[in-house]
């Protein structure tokens, strides 16, 4: 059963933050949040993950809030290469299997 | 560059008979997984292996197996495809199976389509 949720879809203008939003309400103490995003016709691409902290790296941001309920990864300047499907996905603890999002289509337009 | 690589990008099989797909990694990982993506859908795990130890997902069908000769390839084998089976599989890799928060690395997949 799928741990997050996210909205199917998103619309974001070239050049400005995108923020994404996922809810994991039912997630567990040592359970991570990671991100993959998929390019059309290509393999997810891991993004970013993090557990409690807010997390940074070249490609985004990913802020979690205190209760660990929701989270956000935050694309800091959209390009149109950014079109792709964004999945949160919750790591369970017990097997490290990776619980998977309906994902959130992110449409970067001109 | 170090990578999965998955071959063929598309197979084209006919019902009922028997498909292989390939995947090879660069990365020297330990952990190689087995996933399915139908359309407009998050991947399924179907499997994986940690080194040669084969762990089954309890929902795969038994049509669905899979080899690892070595560290580098594993194989995917549908025994008797369906119409149902017509998705996306997707190779992935981790260097363990989640101590160390280290990603997976997924190939960019093999499209089947059945006749």
């Known amino acids: 059963d799928a741990k997050t949720t996210q909205p199917p879809s998103m619309d974001c203008a070239e050049g400005r933050a995108a923020n994404l939003p996922c809810n994991h309400s039912?997630?567990?103490?040592?359970?991570?949040v990671y991100w993959y995003r998929q390019i059309h016709s290509q393999g997810p691409q891991y993004i970013i993950h993090?557990?409690?902290?807010?997390e940074t790296n070249e490609m985004a941001s990913l802020i979690i809030t205190e209760d660990r309920k929701s989270s956000t990864l935050i694309l800091p300047h959209a390009t149109l290469r950014d079109t792709a499907v964004y999945y949160c996905i919750v790591r369970l603890d017990s097997n490290y299997q990776l619980i998977w999002g309906a994902g959130t289509k992110l449409i970067i337009k001109p | 560059d170090a990578m999965v690589i998955q071959n063929p990008r598309y197979q084209v099989t006919q019902f009922g008979k028997p498909v292989t797909l390939s995947c090879s990694q660069t990365?020297?990982?330990?952990?190689m997984y087995w996933y399915q993506q139908k359309s407009s859908q998050a991947p399924k795990l179907l499997f994986h292996?940690?080194?040669?130890?084969?762990?089954n997902e309890a929902d795969t069908p038994d049509n669905f197996q899979s080899r690892r000769p070595n560290t580098s390839f594993c194989f995917l084998d549908i025994r008797s495809p369906g119409l149902g089976d017509a998705a996306m599989y997707l190779c992935?890799?981790?260097?363990?199976?989640?101590?160390?928060?280290?990603?997976?690395?997924f190939g960019d997949g093999t499209r089947l389509s059945i006749l």
């Open positions: 992935a890799t981790s260097r363990d199976l989640g101590q160390g928060n280290q990603p997976q690395h």
């Open positions: 039912t997630i567990s103490g040592n359970e991570y």
């Open positions: 993090g557990l409690k902290n807010n």
């Open positions: 292996y940690y080194d040669k130890d084969f762990n």
């Open positions: 990365l020297n990982h330990n952990v």
